[in-house]
Each structure stands twice: as C-alpha cells, then as structure tokens.
C-alpha cells in the first residue's frame, strides 16, 4: 500500500513538474524558450494562433508550397502536440503531431525542412552568417524576426520587404528577394 502511494505521489509530481516546465511565462516571452505544447490551432485571417487563457500566439508554420507537399493540412478541430520556439508572440514551429502523423517542419537547431532559397521572393537569413545580435530584431518596423537558437528567423506572413533588417545587419546575413 506504501508503495502504491509513494508511486502516486511521485507521478503527480512529475506531472506537476510537466506542466510547470512547459508553462507559458511572462520570462519565457521576453527570453525565448523551447516548449512542448498541447492545443488546437486557430486561423485568424492569414495568421495561425495557439490560444491560451490570456494570450494569442501566433505560429510560424512553413511555406504553402512545402505544407502541400508533406500534405499537411490543418485543422482547427484537431488538438496537436506542437514543438517549437517560443519568443515574444511567435512560436517557431518545429514539429506538429496529430493521432496518426509526425510533421517535422525544422531540425532541432531550427533549419527548415526546405529549401529557402527556392522562395526567393522574401527577405531570408543565412543561418551559418548570423551572430545573433538582435540589431534586425530591435529594428523590424512589424516584429517579424525571432531569435531561435541565438539565430534570426524571419516570418514571411509577417514580413512587409521594407529591407531595414538588411541595412543593419553588420554581417550581411540577410538576403534580398532573389539574391543568391
Ligand atoms: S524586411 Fe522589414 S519587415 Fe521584413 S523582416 Fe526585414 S525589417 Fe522586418
Ligand atoms: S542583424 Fe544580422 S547578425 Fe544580427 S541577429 Fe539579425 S541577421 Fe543575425
């Protein structure tokens, strides 16, 4: 009997522990964290958002073209086991879970599953270039830059092509629609 409630105990506190890790908080916010989150997505026009109690975050999924191609397809009914990174009002999509499939989206350090360079039509950052400033971040007019794994990401949906983050980056990591 012992037994039975000393290993009661301690699964209620690994849960406890779960849910704490994986709590949104306002640090985690500002200083950007990977989490692990369960819930469904909601599509507000162009924008995916995780809902929570007191916040809408908005999701960095992936380009159209590869969300066809690995036949993704979203539904606001389903409730998904997301990874990602969560900074400010963005989480950077890692992998999206339903009942049957596992979507991976990007690597572990963030890298898409696609080739950027393919859709050329948006600003993009060159991983390998980027030193994790945060000049392009402070200077985006819209918020459309997150730091993941201390480099820059930019959200395409969010993006206006006004071309700041290029003209500040002192390392030349990011990329012009159409440049190489
Ligand atoms: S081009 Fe402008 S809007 Fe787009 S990410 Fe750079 S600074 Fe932000
Ligand atoms: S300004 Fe350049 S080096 Fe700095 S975070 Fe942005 S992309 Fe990276």
Redesign the pocket.
């Known amino acids: 009997m012992k037994r039975v409630l000393f290993l009661t105990v301690l699964s209620l506190l690994a849960l406890m522990s779960y849910a704490q890790d994986n709590k949104i908080t306002d640090e985690i916010l500002a200083n950007g964290r990977f989490l692990e989150l369960s819930s469904k997505l909601s599509k507000s026009e162009e924008n995916w958002l995780v809902e929570t109690d007191t916040l809408n975050i908005n999701v960095l999924l992936a380009p159209e073209s590869f969300l066809k191609k690995s036949k993704i397809v979203i539904n606001e009914k389903t409730e998904y086991a997301l990874t990602g990174y969560l900074y400010k009002d963005n989480f950077l999509l890692f992998t999206l879970k339903d009942g049957k499939n596992n979507f991976i989206l990007r690597d572990e350090n963030g890298n898409p599953q696609w080739d950027e360079t393919v859709n050329s039509a948006n600003?993009r950052v060159i991983p390998d270039k980027c030193i994790g400033c945060r000049i392009?971040i402070n200077?985006?007019?819209?918020n459309?830059?997150t730091l993941v794994n201390n480099k820059a990401v930019?959200?395409t949906e969010?993006?206006?092509?006004?071309?700041?983050?290029?003209s500040v980056c002192p390392v030349d990591a990011?990329k012009k629609p159409g440049e190489k």
Not at 139 to 142: E, G, S, W
Request: aromatic residues 4%; positive net charge; proline residues 5%.
């Open positions: 600003y392009c200077k985006c007019p819209v459309a830059i930019i959200d969010k993006c206006i092509k006004c071309g700041i983050c290029d990011i």
